[in-house]
């Protein structure tokens, strides 16, 4: 089974790209069958719009999430969750992932503390809250 691993906290640009690893670290499995997914078709997604959006039935790579700041990521491949920080805001980081069937998940952290989470599911959104976990960042 697939595991993506806890994010790296850091101040660049691009803070954490987290890929599957089954090599026995810790991480959180993506759900099975989530490889197996076709694309989806490009769509740009506000974050707080994704508990609408629901369970997407495709694999949502290549198109486009938009944080509240107006920040914009690209999804990347199942199984990837990545992170980011401006410079516009110190001490605040950024998360998404791709999880496969659930959908995917974004989420803002303040000063290690979870400020935000949405998810297309509430499967996604507690994967993305034991990833964050992992991470050290504190979640309660």
């Keep these: ?11 660049a640009l691009v803070v954490a790209v987290l890929s599957l690893g089954a090599c026995g670290s810790e991480g959180v499995a993506v759900p099975p069958g989530s490889d197996a997914l076709q694309s989806c078709d490009i769509q740009r997604i506000d974050v707080v719009d994704l508990a609408v959006m629901g369970k997407p039935g495709c694999d949502l790579e290549g198109s486009s999430l938009i944080f509240p700041d107006g920040s914009t990521v690209e999804i990347e491949a199942v199984g990837i969750s990545s992170g980011f920080s401006t410079s516009s805001v110190e001490g605040v980081e950024f998360y998404y992932g791709n999880w496969g069937l659930p959908g ?19 499967e996604a959104y507690e994967l993305e809250q034991a990833l964050l976990r992992l991470g050290g960042i504190e979640t309660d």
């Design 1 to 11: 089974m697939s595991k993506v691993r806890a994010p790296l906290l850091g101040v």
């Design 104 to 122: 995917v998940s974004a989420s803002v952290v303040e000063n290690g503390r979870l400020v935000d989470l949405w998810a297309s599911t509430a």
